[in-house]
């Protein structure tokens, strides 16, 4: 059974800093894209960033770009999402998901997380 679980969520004032992790397990990690994506209330899920099955390629939303990073640790079965300068707007559910030898891009992937809350005050 595959399971993905998402962690380090919670509230931090604008500008401030959260690492959110992914922890896997029942799949060949190294074999899967991995991503995260969010959805704030009333909106529709939306992508945030993702990474390749090797690691060597990484895409980011124009919204966070020089502010969230993405990263893998293949030896821990985890992906992590940095997120610093805290906006507002980044308020939102956050998913981890996992594709099968692609890039998440996409609302489609092979296996969803539960989500964890984000919430910047203002």
């Known amino acids: 059974q595959v399971v993905l679980v998402e962690s380090g969520g919670g509230l931090v004032p604008a500008g401030g800093s959260l690492r959110l992790s992914c922890a896997t397990s029942?799949?060949?990690?190294?074999?899967?894209?991995l991503g995260w994506f969010r959805q704030a209330p009333g909106k529709e899920r939306e992508f945030v960033a993702a990474i390749s099955w090797s690691g060597g390629t990484a895409y980011y939303t124009q919204s966070v770009k020089d502010r969230f990073v993405i990263r893998r640790v293949n030896a821990n079965n985890t992906v992590y999402l940095q997120m610093n300068n805290l906006k507002p707007e980044d308020t939102a559910v956050y998913y981890c998901a996992a594709e099968y030898q692609q890039m998440v891009l996409s609302n489609k992937p092979d296996y969803w997380g539960q989500g964890t809350q984000v919430t910047v005050s203002s």
């Open positions: 029942g799949l060949a990690f190294n074999l899967y894209g």
